[in-house]
């Protein structure tokens, strides 16, 4: 019995064998037949050579690059001042003898917008950043005057407050020495050239 079984499996190995074979050979043949693969033009590649292109597979356009070698550039938001801001220049310009009325002074510049945003006369204003005791303050002043009385009354008319409230008249010359740290130093002229020796 275990003959007849030997045999019968042997019979079925020897057909799996002979199918195997004849598909080995049908798919060389079916090979043998078919066209070689066409080669892609890459373009600046000499002729028959084909190499994928140094960006191939780069996908900058979508994922920006994001760190790495060099490092991410920061975003830097520009302060907006208002309108009646002004540089130390300006004030270094004005007259120093001349009188004019500080209506504020914040440290934070928000505060000055708002003060400005509610004045109706706000053009005729103007102010800077001026340093007191080791931080920045921002001055709002009014006008330039030729005396202390007149500064004092201009400031009473306009509802500042006059003499003895938050609004008074200080030299135009007290800002200018307080910020002459801060500002360059003027460049020193270029001495004329020698003329050329004989």
Sequence with gaps: MKAARAWSWLAVAAGCAGLLVVLVVAVAVQGRDKPPAAALAVAGAPEGESRFPADF????????????????AE??????HAPEFRSADWVAAQNPEAWTIQAMAARDEEAVKRFLAGREDRADFSYFVFPLEGSDWFVVTLGSFPSRELAEGIAASKGLGGGGGQAFPR?????QEAL???????SPAAEPAAPPRP
Excluded at 57 to 62: A, Q, S
Excluded at 75 to 80: D, G, P, Q, S
């Design 180 to 186: 002459r740290p801060a500002m360059p130093a003027p």
């Design 171 to 175: 030299r135009l010359g007290v800002y």
């Design 57 to 72: 597979g780069r996908l900058d356009d979508l994922v920006p690059f994001a760190g790495g070698a060099a490092p991410v």
């Design 75 to 80: 975003v830097v938001v520009a302060i907006e």
